[in-house]
């Protein structure tokens, strides 16, 4: 299984980025799927996760700014990014929680970050 992210770059403060994530393989269903980012610096946290069902988890920091999506049959999973902030600037994660494939079940998988930089 892979997860191939696109979608980061520059922006002002005020802006909107949306990133997009797609996984590919053998893969039978996906349980959650979700952004993290990481500072530098700082840890990596989870911005946003979104179930198989379309309940979905906001951190405090990006509720009613970010929105995240999903469509089931492709295996993808976007972050819009709106009315970004300096502090926003990281390398964005998303990951696939409870991969179910031909061979194998409950794994996790990540792709690679993408960078999202916003300039005040």
């Known amino acids: 299984v892979q997860l191939q992210a696109s979608g980061g770059g520059s922006v002002q403060a005020g802006g909107s980025l949306r990133l997009s994530c797609a996984a590919s393989g053998s893969i039978i269903s996906i349980n959650d799927m979700g952004w993290y980012r990481q500072a530098p610096e700082k840890q990596r946290e989870l911005v946003a996760s979104?179930?198989?069902?379309?309940?979905?988890y906001y951190d405090d920091s990006v509720k009613g700014r970010f929105t995240i999506s999903r469509d089931n049959a492709k295996n993808t999973v976007i972050l819009q990014m709106n009315s970004l902030k300096a502090e926003d600037t990281a390398v964005y994660y998303c990951a696939a929680h409870g991969v179910r494939t031909s061979s194998n079940y409950g794994m996790n998988y990540w792709g690679k970050g993408t960078l999202v930089t916003v300039s005040s």
């Open positions: 979104i179930t198989g069902g379309g309940n979905t």
